[in-house]
């Protein structure tokens, strides 16, 4: 069945840019809309965008003049930067199928903002 | 923003007894187009993502136990487990999708066993 795997640094330091990437296996990325989400330790979740596979996004409007998201369908890969970060942007960053409800997630990335 | 909250914060429920959870939007999230309420529900259980529960309010995912159902319309939602088992031991969200942007969650409600 269709995988998402996140990978990317687990460390940032503050004023960098987070870089991730969702890789998206035994399923095409075509065809879907794709989020990214954070969790930050021991709190609730905060949709951060999503991206359609032909390159359209949407991004919360809380981070949008830090985000990008993008998608690659040469390598069936989707991913996220979040310049600028702060320790506020620690958290588990998870990749998940979907624009409306997300039902499919990978199993996320801790990535801690600290020098 | 659409503002979820959800109550209570935390329950403890005895095995074989059901749970409640209940989910309030600030504005409403039924699309008069197609009479659908735009909200899911999820389960994350400890060190592992969420995962879709229920859609439109009211539709379980393929492969979700009977036991888990949802209801509700308009501003007022509900979560009910019929017979709680060990395995559901977990927080639970509720999430709008009605306004773009944001997606927005609910607080979470974290059930335990009694």
């Known amino acids: 069945q269709v995988q998402l795997q996140e990978s990317g640094p687990g460390l940032v330091k503050p004023s960098e840019t987070l870089s991730l990437t969702c890789s998206v296996s035994?399923?095409?990325?075509?065809?879907?809309?794709w989020s990214w989400v954070r969790q930050p330790p021991g709190k609730g979740l905060e949709w951060i965008g999503y991206?359609?596979?032909?390159?359209?996004?949407n991004y919360n409007p809380s981070l949008k003049s830090r985000v990008t998201i993008s998608v690659d369908t040469s390598k069936n890969q989707f991913s996220l930067k979040l310049n600028s970060v702060t320790a506020a942007d620690t958290a588990v960053y998870y990749c998940?199928?979907?624009?409306?409800?997300?039902?499919?997630w990978g199993r996320g990335t801790l990535v801690t903002v600290s020098s | 923003d659409i503002v979820m909250t959800q109550s209570p914060d935390s329950l403890a429920v005895s095995l074989g007894e059901r749970a409640t959870i209940n989910c309030k939007s600030s504005?409403?999230?039924?699309?008069?187009?197609?009479?659908?309420?735009?909200l899911a529900w999820y389960q994350q259980k400890p060190g592992q993502p969420p995962k879709l529960l229920i859609y439109?309010?009211?539709t379980r995912k393929s492969g979700v136990p009977d036991r888990f159902s949802g209801s509700g319309s308009g501003t007022d939602f509900t979560l009910t487990i019929s017979s709680l088992q060990a395995e559901d031991v977990a927080v639970y969200y509720c999430?709008?999708?009605?306004?773009?942007?944001?997606?927005?969650f609910g607080q979470g409600t974290r059930v335990e066993m009694k």
């Open positions: 998940a199928r979907g624009s409306l409800d997300f039902d499919l």
């Open positions: 035994a399923g095409s990325i075509s065809g879907y809309y």
């Open positions: 991206i359609h596979y032909a390159g359209s996004t």
């Open positions: 504005q409403s999230v039924l699309h008069s187009s197609n009479n659908k309420n735009y």
């Open positions: 439109w309010a009211s």
């Open positions: 999430q709008q999708y009605y306004n773009t942007p944001p997606r927005t």
